[in-house]
């Protein structure tokens, strides 16, 4: 099986821009989840979707946003950009929801963001 | 709300000896699940591996072992026959075992080196 793809690899956006990362889940994974990773604040949840569905949201502010679509992709946007936003974002896909599935979350390369 | 600790931020070992990384945490929960996860240079986060909080048993992947201490809130790993492709991060991660929720919780990290 393939495994997590995200694109881009690597952006880098000004100041009050928005980006939109996307990812591509393992075959037949239903949840999608994402994570900022940086040096200070180490890896953090962001949100997690399940079928199309936010099921679970973590405490960041309401310029990141994310988004599921019927195969399972899920798209992530940050709008005004700050400095701070600079980040390694990593997307998961999990196996949970399906019949006797452990639910391990497997990580994507992640998309180094950078802000300037 | 749980949390992770790690707090060895850097270990080094012996090629081809053996190494224990320590991991506490704290949850009100009964039933979870723990991880380990390695994160080498290319950012790639890799499962280790994972123990049932209801298992009494230690998860064993080869040369990787855990000792997981529930009453005391303890998951180590341990790591026999360093091999210098171990050089890497490595979180200790937190799942509650509710199906409805795949959010990792994860430790602050701690970077093995690997001496030759």
């Known amino acids: 099986k393939a495994g997590v793809t995200q694109t881009p690899r690597y952006l880098i956006k000004t100041r009050g821009q928005q980006v939109t990362l996307s990812c591509s889940p393992i075959s037949g994974h239903r949840s999608v989840s994402w994570y900022q990773q940086t040096p200070g604040q180490g890896l953090q949840f962001l949100f997690e979707?399940?079928?199309?569905?936010?099921?679970n949201k973590g405490n960041f502010p309401g310029r990141f946003s994310g988004r599921q679509f019927s195969n399972s992709r899920s798209e992530m946007n940050v709008s005004t950009l700050e400095l701070g936003d600079s980040a390694l974002y990593l997307c998961?896909?999990?196996?949970?929801?399906?019949?006797?599935?452990?639910?391990?979350?497997?990580f994507g390369p992640g998309t180094r963001l950078t802000v300037t | 709300a749980q949390t992770v600790t790690q707090s060895q931020p850097e270990m080094s070992v012996q090629e081809a000896e053996t190494v224990t990384l320590s991991c506490t945490y704290d949850?009100?929960?009964?039933?979870?699940?723990l991880f380990w996860y390695k994160q080498p240079p290319s950012r790639q986060m890799i499962l280790v591996i994972r123990q049932e909080a209801y298992k009494q048993q230690n998860a064993t992947e080869n040369r990787f072992s855990v000792n997981f201490q529930k009453a005391a809130k303890s998951f180590s790993l341990k790591i026999s026959d360093s091999q210098l492709g171990d050089a890497a991060m490595y979180f200790c991660a937190y799942r509650s075992a509710d199906g409805a929720n795949s959010k990792l919780t994860f430790g602050k990290g701690i970077t093995l080196s690997v001496r030759p």
């Open positions: 998961a896909s999990s196996s949970l929801g399906l019949a006797g599935a452990a639910g391990e979350q497997y």
């Open positions: 949850t009100s929960e009964s039933d979870y699940y």
């Open positions: 979707y399940f079928s199309e569905t936010q099921r």
